[in-house]
């Protein structure tokens, strides 16, 4: 039976443990919307994909922690939604149809930018983004709306940091393919 | 080169990152206060819950038995001891061997009263 000092470091842990994922959630809750948002192409679905990753980080979050070492942990994170994207796509065998929805990226921050301010562009480079195989499309979701480094994108996909490098580089390859192939109508 | 430059920054500015709604944002923060709670209310119940697993029953159950039969064997004790040592005033007073008997266990009864009686919390 516990004593009440046992009880009280049970509590004392519990709160702590709380503490740090309230933390993660407030440093990650944009890149985990963001990484939702371009996988499925609507807020309605990246919201609701958002929610699930959070509550199911929230059930293993102490032994993720115990595990990570010290490690960030939002390639956890996004490992999580990138597993629960895949069983969005499988239990409802379906692909986001169009790049993504036009009350999104496309209408907000992008003018800002400055370095592409042609809405079409955008649009055209969305649309190629979404024909590229699943794992080269989250690769680059992963390094470009979420400037994720090569060691955190190979442990959300759970690869070697050399095949991460190599999956990076032919991504950006085949997609420049693409947008080439959409500019000069071939697509 | 370039071109690979460019079409770095054209994904970039493409895939910006996405603010998420303000009304998600509320919504997560309330089901993870709930979670909280109910972890923390689980907490407060695990003792309770120790207690209905049979599996712990075996060390509830065995510490007061224990105890019942280490005060049992001790007071037992108790009273040879004490019967023990008025054993000579007995024999002399004995006209023989069954009044011998029959004083040793009247003083017996007489030292598992006392020790029964002190062992007892007074009112």
Same mark, same amino acid.
């Given at each position: ?9 049970? #509590? ?17 809750? &944009? ?22 990753? @959070? ?5 293993? @979050? ?9 490690? =960030?942990? &939002? =390639? ?105 192939? #959409? ?5 | 080169?370039?071109?690979? @430059? ?51 029953? =075996? ?52 030292? #598992? ?7 007892? =919390?007074?009112?």
């Amino acid at each position: 039976m516990a004593t009440d000092a046992e009880r009280a470091e049970a #509590a004392t842990q519990k709160r702590r443990l709380d503490d740090d994922f309230s933390a993660l959630y407030k440093a990650h809750l &944009r890149d985990v919307y963001s990484y939702a948002y371009y996988r499925v192409g609507n807020h309605h679905d990246a919201e609701d994909l958002t929610e699930q990753t @959070f509550l199911q980080a929230y059930r293993h @979050f102490e032994r993720a922690q115990r595990e990570s070492q010290g490690r =960030p942990l &939002r =390639p956890w994170l996004i490992r999580i939604a990138h597993n629960l994207a895949a069983n969005y796509y499988r239990d409802r065998s379906r692909r986001p149809q169009t790049a993504i929805d036009d009350a999104g990226p496309l209408a907000a921050a992008h003018t800002t930018e400055g370095l592409v301010e042609d809405r079409d562009d955008l649009k055209r480079i969305l649309e190629c983004v979404q024909r590229l195989p699943d794992d080269r499309r989250e690769a680059l979701i992963m390094r470009f709306a979420l400037g994720m480094d090569n060691r955190e994108i190979a442990r959300a996909l759970g690869r070697s940091d050399g095949a991460t490098k190599v999956l990076l580089h032919r991504a950006i390859r085949q997609l420049e393919e693409l947008v080439k192939d #959409a500019e000069t109508g071939n697509a | 080169m370039s071109q690979s @430059f460019d079409i770095e920054a054209r994904l970039k500015a493409a895939l910006a990152p996405i603010e998420p709604p303000e009304e998600l944002a509320l919504r997560m923060e309330s089901r993870l206060g709930t979670l909280v709670e109910l972890a923390a209310d689980e907490l407060e119940a695990w003792e309770l819950s120790a207690m209905r697993d049979p599996r712990n029953w =075996p060390g509830a159950a065995i510490r007061p038995a224990a105890a019942v039969i280490v005060g049992v064997g001790a007071g037992a004790g108790l009273v040879v001891l004490r019967t023990r040592r008025r054993r000579h005033k007995r024999r002399a007073q004995a006209h023989s061997a069954l009044d011998l008997a029959e004083r040793t266990l009247r003083d017996v009864g007489r030292e #598992a009263l006392r020790v029964f009686e002190d062992a007892t =919390p007074k009112r």
